[in-house]
């Protein structure tokens, strides 16, 4: 069973950065794309980052392009989100999701695998 546990959310000022970690337990981690989403309360899952197998290659929204990284260690296991100059409007539960693909996508219906959610909140 493939288990995604996301670690590093709390909360932090505007203007701050954090760095949250997804550790994948149970798969062929290196073997799929994997991406990160966020939702902040009332409104839809947004797609923040996605990264493909090898890691060289990179899908960014643009609200967030110029400040959030994703990464991933295969020999960890782990995809990481570093975020840098956190802004008020970033607070939400972020996720990390595993994709059916090697690579990763926009498209929430492309990840098969879902973390339960580390909340980030960004006070002003």
């Known amino acids: 069973q493939v288990q995604l546990l996301e670690s590093g959310g709390g909360l932090v000022q505007a203007g701050g950065s954090m760095r949250l970690s997804c550790v994948v337990s149970g798969g062929t981690f290196d073997a799929h794309g994997m991406g990160w989403f966020r939702q902040a309360p009332g409104k839809e899952r947004e797609f923040i980052a996605a990264i493909d197998w090898t890691g060289s290659r990179t899908t960014d929204t643009e609200s967030v392009k110029a400040r959030f990284t994703i990464s991933r260690d295969n020999r960890a296991n782990t995809v990481y989100l570093q975020m840098h100059d956190l802004k008020p409007e970033d607070t939400a539960v972020y996720y990390c999701?595993?994709?059916?693909?090697?690579?990763?996508?926009?498209?929430?219906?492309?990840?098969?695998?879902w973390g339960q959610g580390t909340q980030v909140t960004v006070s002003s």
């Open positions: 999701a595993s994709a059916k693909k090697p690579w990763g996508s926009p498209a929430p219906g492309d990840y098969e695998y």
